[in-house]
């Protein structure tokens, strides 16, 4: 068989099924088997996703769906392990740092490391999610984002969330902040959320907001030099 080419699920069924003699059990062939299912599974979702459309005739077109598919679910788990590492390799500062030491390195986060204070805050509560078993690392989203926002929950969100299933690698943002928002955190619950983590963000919003305001400045004075320059009115 070449390079990349795909078993049949008849054509596996012959070769599981070539010797009638009980075998031992192979585990390349129940692998395969599962394969299979699975890309049945996935043809199930593309032919929902695609109906009306003749894109199902063409072979070619559905198979390089279903290797894009391959790509980006292994690029999607690359990802998710590259936050998580990042995370606890910033825990571990956390513990070995003093007080005063871990503020500074707070303070100069985006000095020190390509990302930000509260970005690097969303990463180390995503590890300890991931470390206290909060979330499963076999279900933790890809989107560090997304897996952020599931830190959030509270024992009555997370609750319902793994009752919809709702923890899982490719659930969007978007259906985490809609449980959310349907199970509103009661004082108690909001009074535990990560109040430096929204400091830090209402700050770095702060910050945005003079930083626009300057460009705007800006803007409207380099507006009112060319006007003089050609003439305008300064209506």
Not at 154 to 171: H, K, M, S, W
Not at 205 to 210: A, F, K, S, T, Y
């Amino acid at each position: 068989m070449s390079k990349g080419q795909r078993l049949g699920r008849s054509r596996l069924l012959k070769l599981l099924e070539k010797d009638d003699a009980p075998q031992p059990v192979d585990s390349r062939a129940e692998t395969l088997t599962s394969q299979v299912v699975v890309q049945d599974d996935v043809v199930a979702v593309i032919r929902d996703v695609f109906e009306g459309t003749s894109l199902l005739s063409d072979q070619g077109k559905v198979s390089r769906i279903l290797a894009v598919r391959t790509e980006i679910n292994e690029s999607w788990g690359q990802a998710r392990d590259a936050f998580l590492s990042i995370g606890r390799a910033l825990l571990d500062l956390e513990n070995v740092l003093s007080k005063a030491e871990y503020l500074k390195l707070r303070s100069g986060s985006d000095r020190l490391f390509p990302f930000s204070d509260a970005t690097a805050t969303q990463f180390r509560q995503i590890a300890r999610a991931v470390e206290s078993g909060r979330i499963p690392l076999e279900k933790c989203p890809g989107s560090y984002g997304t897996a952020y926002q599931i830190t959030l929950l509270n024992d009555q969100q997370l609750t319902l969330a793994y009752e919809r299933g709702l923890i899982r690698p490719d659930v969007t943002r978007k259906e985490i902040a809609s449980l959310r928002r349907e199970v509103m955190p009661s004082v108690n619950d909001a009074a535990r959320m990560d109040l430096a983590a929204l400091r830090e963000e209402r700050r770095r919003l702060v910050r945005r907001e003079q930083q626009l305001a300057q460009d705007l400045h800006t803007v409207r004075s380099r507006i009112a030099e060319l006007g003089e320059l050609l003439g305008f009115s300064n209506d």
